[in-house]
């Protein structure tokens, strides 16, 4: 039996297929995209991956968390957000197996994606506020969801100065990539360039309401926690165009795009919490989600202080230190959803 408005199993599990179709082709274009708009405008690699490409692989999660929220799960709805966050920090792991010159963190050294790690540290921190606090609300929205846009907005104040008159430099060696514009223009004019980034974003966010119904069907029909659903099998997929458009860039060698796009995504996903928060009509968001959030919230901030860890230290060759530990702590968090009682 599934939930009112619930799909049943078969079609869940057939909307999560197409959607991760979908996002298959549309992800390589959007990293060669972006890549061309950061040349083109002048933002440089790691804003044009923490605004274009983290906003644009953000919205397939954006939809499925709002979905959660809507009808009213809210383990759900918080887990998909936060989970993201980890999964596609666990992409960086990945992308270091497969930049076999270097570590990726050592190549790609950009203060901006430092800056964006921390920003997310303090991002994450609120929604541990808000369960310690969960009666207080402005109208139905804990205080500390509104707090999330407005220390968004003002990192990318941060970015942006840091961009224009940076204090500290990032020490150069034989292994790390420059964020160098391409030398041959391209022939697609700029305007080109900006509708077909919307028209991929317009079919990434499409896949957001699939996963997003796939996914509640996946919890009506298999009897599975709300929270473990939404923190690793709706998350894997409303993640992939992260992870595929860090693969295509890699491949086009632009590295701090493709680790800019991660962290922007990420950033993106914590504006989420306030979106499932506002979208969560009963009252305050955290009232009604266990203490599983405050799990995968605490283990995620684990995660993203050890990925600004390894921005700094910038071990040169390997995995490095990170590029173990992330893995590892996302797989303790799984395991620790499915053992805790309740």
């Known amino acids: 039996m599934t939930a009112a408005g619930t799909w049943p199993l078969v079609p869940s599990v057939i909307a999560l297929l197409a959607a991760l179709v979908a996002i298959l082709f549309a992800g390589g274009a959007?990293?060669?995209?972006?890549?061309?708009?950061?040349?083109?405008?002048?933002?440089?690699?790691?804003?044009?991956?923490?605004?274009?490409?983290?906003?644009?692989?953000?919205?397939?999660?954006?939809?499925?968390?709002?979905?959660?929220?809507?009808?009213?799960?809210?383990?759900?709805?918080?887990?998909?957000?936060?989970g993201g966050i980890a999964v596609q920090t666990v992409w960086l792991a990945i992308a270091d197996l497969l930049y076999r010159r270097s570590n990726i963190e050592h190549a790609a050294a950009s203060l901006e994606n430092v800056l964006?790690?921390?920003?997310?540290v303090a991002l994450l921190c609120l929604p541990v506020v808000a369960y310690a606090t969960p009666e207080?609300?402005?109208?139905?929205?804990?205080?500390?969801?509104?707090?999330?846009?407005?220390?968004?907005?003002?990192?990318?104040?941060?970015l942006r100065r840091l961009?224009?008159?940076?204090?500290?430099?990032?020490?150069?060696?034989?292994?790390?990539?420059?964020?160098?514009?391409?030398?041959t223009p391209s022939e697609v004019s700029l305007r080109r360039l900006w509708l077909r980034l919307a028209a991929l974003a317009a079919v990434v966010a499409a896949t957001g309401y699939l996963i997003g119904q796939g996914g509640l069907g996946v919890v009506a029909a298999s009897g599975l926690p709300s929270g473990f659903v939404g923190f690793t099998l709706t998350t894997a997929i409303t993640s992939l165009p992260e992870l595929i458009t860090l693969i295509a860039a890699i491949r086009i060698g632009a590295l701090t795009l493709g680790i800019g796009n991660i962290l922007g995504g990420n950033a993106f996903d914590a504006l989420m919490i306030f979106l499932a928060d506002a979208a969560y009509r009963p009252g305050s968001i955290y009232s009604e989600a266990n203490l599983s959030g405050l799990l995968?919230?605490?283990m995620t901030t684990l995660m993203t202080a050890t990925l600004a860890a390894g921005l700094i230290i910038r071990e040169r060759r390997g995995?490095?230190?990170?590029?173990?530990?992330?893995?590892?702590?996302?797989?303790?968090?799984?395991?620790?959803?499915?053992?805790?009682p309740g």
């Not at 207080?136 to 941060?158: K, R």
């Not at 940076?166 to 391409?182: E, I, L, N, S």
């Not at 490095?320 to 797989?331: D, H, K, R, V």
């Open 30 to 82: 959007l990293a060669r995209t972006a890549d061309q708009l950061a040349d083109r405008t002048g933002m440089g690699e790691a804003v044009a991956g923490a605004l274009l490409l983290g906003a644009v692989t953000s919205l397939p999660g954006i939809a499925t968390t709002i979905i959660g929220s809507v009808r009213q799960d809210a383990e759900f709805a918080l887990a998909n957000p936060i």
């Open 116 to 120: 964006q790690a921390i920003i997310l």
């Open 136 to 158: 207080l609300t402005v109208l139905w929205v804990h205080p500390a969801s509104l707090l999330i846009p407005v220390i968004y907005l003002y990192g990318l104040a941060l």
């Open 163 to 183: 961009r224009k008159e940076p204090m500290w430099f990032a020490r150069r060696t034989a292994d790390t990539r420059q964020d160098v514009p391409a030398t």
């Open 296 to 298: 995968f919230t605490g």
């Open 319 to 340: 995995i490095g230190f990170e590029g173990a530990a992330i893995p590892f702590i996302y797989l303790a968090t799984v395991v620790l959803l499915l053992i805790r």
